[in-house]
């Protein structure tokens, strides 16, 4: 009776540092199906903990700036320190062809482009539940460890908060379980969008009372 375009979504996920952005997608990777997250490219040197190819494809500035050249990304921007960060553009592009969901994390400006690219592109901004929580978080996480470092994921963390008005949907990361529940609701909402449907067959009114009446036997 309807048929609806079942293609996958491209969606953003973005916010500023320590909103729990990478927890979120993880969950969701692990509970959704026909879920991908393309790996991006980075110059920024990798971190205790990180594998290349998994976490980023770890790649120097040279290589990086290479790459700019022949157009092999979607979208790129120097994120913080100078350091760039990109979304390889072969391998989103072939993904987009196999109408899985496809979430990619990146910040306010390589969102800013893809939109322009794919302005069908669902954009998610992840928030900490506050300021002061956030504060928490970035010092906790001790990844930086200079003085200079946390100020500037502080600056970078207010710049990127307003930015919020730019994306479709906000959700407060407070417990890890409810964010990834409400970004899931989302994705399965977009799938009952009415701009979907590709073919309603409804049957003749009265064609169809008439059936009625008689499969039930109604008398006048
Ligand atoms: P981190 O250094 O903690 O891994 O993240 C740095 C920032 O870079 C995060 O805000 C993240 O969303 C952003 N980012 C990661 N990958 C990409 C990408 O491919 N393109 C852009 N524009 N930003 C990215």
């Known amino acids: 009776m ?3 375009n079942n293609r996958g979504n491209l969606i953003i996920i973005s916010g500023p540092t320590c909103a729990g952005k990478a927890s979120v997608i993880n969950k969701l990777l692990e509970t959704r199906e026909n879920t991908v997250c393309p790996v991006s490219y980075t110059s920024r040197p990798m971190r205790k903990g990180e594998v290349d190819g998994v976490d980023y494809h770890f790649i120097s500035k ?12 979607l979208e790129y921007a120097k994120v913080r320190y100078g350091e760039y960060f990109g979304t390889p553009k072969k391998e989103v592009e072939d993904l987009l062809n196999t109408g899985k969901d496809i979430i990619l994390e990146i910040d306010v400006h390589g969102a800013a482009q893809i939109k322009k690219l794919f302005p069908e592109t669902i954009l998610i901004f992840i928030l900490a539940p506050s300021m002061e929580e956030l504060k928490r978080r970035i010092i906790a ?29 906000v959700v407060v990361n407070d417990v890890l379980e409810n964010a990834v529940e409400k970004v899931n609701s989302i994705l399965i909402s977009e799938k009952c969008r009415v701009d979907r449907i590709e073919e309603l067959d409804v049957q003749n009114q009265e064609e169809f009372m008439h059936e009625l009446l008689i499969d039930k036997n109604f008398t006048h």
């Open 62 to 73: 040279e290589k990086f700036e290479e790459k700019i050249k022949n157009n092999e990304f």
């Open 141 to 169: 996480r001790g990844a930086d460890t200079k003085i200079d470092q946390i100020i500037d994921r502080f600056q970078t963390a207010y710049k990127e908060i307003n930015k919020v008005n730019d994306y479709n949907y």
């Open 2 to 4: 309807i048929k609806l």
